[in-house]
């Protein structure tokens, strides 16, 4: 899932109002941050296996230290203990930390068999991605709900707050509709993870949003 998670993000802003949109988007994204870190230092696999699911042909090989059940719940806790350590906003940690684990509970939803419960464990997933058209729906209803969501707790503070939102709506619906297309069957696990860090591009242009939006109560 893509802009599911995102959805999640937004939506967030909702339940925890002083949140940051940049902590809101980075929480539900942990899990994909890291996973091609350790794809480029060899900890996780992946590799493009046509045909694997309808939606995508990638098989994610191994990913347990990223995407495993147990460690989601670890890095769950940690994220939401480090912001409110940070913080003191007992509140939005909970959320945050939430949010991370919402990650696994989406991707268990759109995944073959592949998610791990724990390291070298049994894998699950329910296989949305089975069906492009199911997916496609599943996650721009999502996305629309949770962009609403976001609207409804902001406002733009003159052009600015507008054009710094939909540049990234509109970023991130293309690059979904883009990742649909078919992967050459040569493309490389690290080329894979160094395409896959780009999404780290997101975190600042979430706190351009934020200094250009205000929060409404």
């Given at each position: 899932m893509f802009l599911g998670h995102f959805a999640i993000g937004f939506a967030g802003k909702r339940i925890a109002p002083r949140a940051s949109l940049a902590t809101l988007l980075f929480a539900p994204m942990f899990?994909?941050?890291?996973?091609?870190?350790?794809?480029?230092?060899?900890?996780e696999h992946v590799k493009v296996s046509p045909g694997a699911t309808a939606f995508t042909p990638l098989d994610f090989v191994s990913y347990p230290w990223s995407h495993s059940l147990h460690m989601t719940l670890f890095w769950s806790g940690l994220i939401g203990m480090v912001f409110r350590g940070i913080t003191r906003d007992t509140r939005s940690a909970v959320w945050v930390g939430s949010a991370v684990a919402s990650h696994w509970v989406l991707d268990w939803i759109t995944h073959r068999p592949d998610l791990p419960l724990w390291p070298g464990g049994m894998r699950v997933g329910l296989g949305l991605w089975n069906s492009v058209a199911a997916t496609v729906i599943v996650e721009l209803l999502m996305f629309v709900i949770g962009l609403w969501m976001y609207l409804r707790m902001t406002r733009p503070r003159g052009s600015r707050g507008r054009l710094s939102l939909w540049s990234l709506v509109v970023t991130l619906t293309v690059i979904y509709f883009?990742?649909?297309?078919?992967?050459?069957?040569?493309?490389?696990e690290r080329t894979i993870g160094l395409m896959g860090l780009a999404i780290w591009l997101v975190i600042p242009w979430a706190?351009?949003?934020?200094?250009?939006?205000?929060?409404?109560?």
């Open positions: 899990l994909d941050l890291i996973w091609p870190i350790f794809l480029l230092l060899g900890w883009a990742n649909m297309r078919p992967i050459p069957a040569g493309v490389s706190w351009w949003i934020d200094s250009t939006r205000r929060t409404v109560r």
